[in-house]
């Protein structure tokens, strides 16, 4: 297929890019309140959450030992239970965390012959819920491996894995489906540096409070709920 014939692509990260929360956080409490998931092994990821946040561990640690632990928090727990609270948790936050920006953004993308595809670490019970919401074409995100109708305790999704992200995008590049001239990423801390690079064009939205490196060291645009729409659109112009 001649390239001017391929769609174009834009990655975007969910969590406080897209979803202006930590989606794994809010779904374990959604889980421990409802009585579906263990107070003691809550109790270690939020002090794993701790230790990254005072830079006792780093992110790659993090990921590996909080996806762990949350496939041993699901092992044996109903899909269908499990389910039905990410629908919950959905259907009462979405207004509530999601940037007012997003879907404009996602239209505007879609409009300019953009695939919008999800990278994210968090949990695919609800980021393929707001992601089917939100009307993207893919999503790439933690899935847990399950047999009749139950969880079986262990990830089946590699995007945990250091260079997760980026290793998938490169998958994706590698496949030749898309124009990778005007290929295109939105993230919104280091943790997306990988994911950033491998595209022509990277974007910082909605940045977190640690991305001043970032921002001087690669002089890649910025933007925030209330210019991003401004702002893609003159990258599109």
Known sequence: ??????????????????????????????????????????????ELVIQYS???????????????????GFWGLSVQRVNEIAEELVNIEYNNCMHSSTPVLIDLLKEKGYDNIIMSLGPSEVVERVGSRLGVDGIFSAKLTTSNGVYTGSLES????????????RRIKDSGKYDWHRSMALGDS??????????????????THN???????????????????EGLRGILS
Not at 158 to 169: E, L
Not at 190 to 201: A, F, K, S, T
């Open 54 to 72: 005072k830079d006792e561990i780093d992110y790659n640690t993090l990921c590996f030992r909080f996806g762990g632990l949350w496939g041993v």
């Open 158 to 169: 590699t995007i945990h894995y250091i260079d997760g992200k980026k290793n998938c995008v």
């Open 1 to 46: 297929m001649n390239s001017k014939d391929k769609k174009k692509v834009a990655f975007w990260d969910f969590d406080n890019t897209v979803w202006g929360a930590y989606s794994a956080d809010q779904f374990l409490s959604y889980l421990y309140v409802s009585g579906v998931f263990s107070g003691p092994l809550r109790d270690q990821i939020q």
């Open 211 to 229: 991305i001043e490196e970032v921002v001087e060291q690669y002089n890649w645009p910025v933007f925030d709920d209330e210019n991003a729409v």
């Open 190 to 207: 280091p943790n997306d540096i990988g994911m950033l690079e491998m595209v022509e064009i990277p974007i910082i939205l909605n940045p």
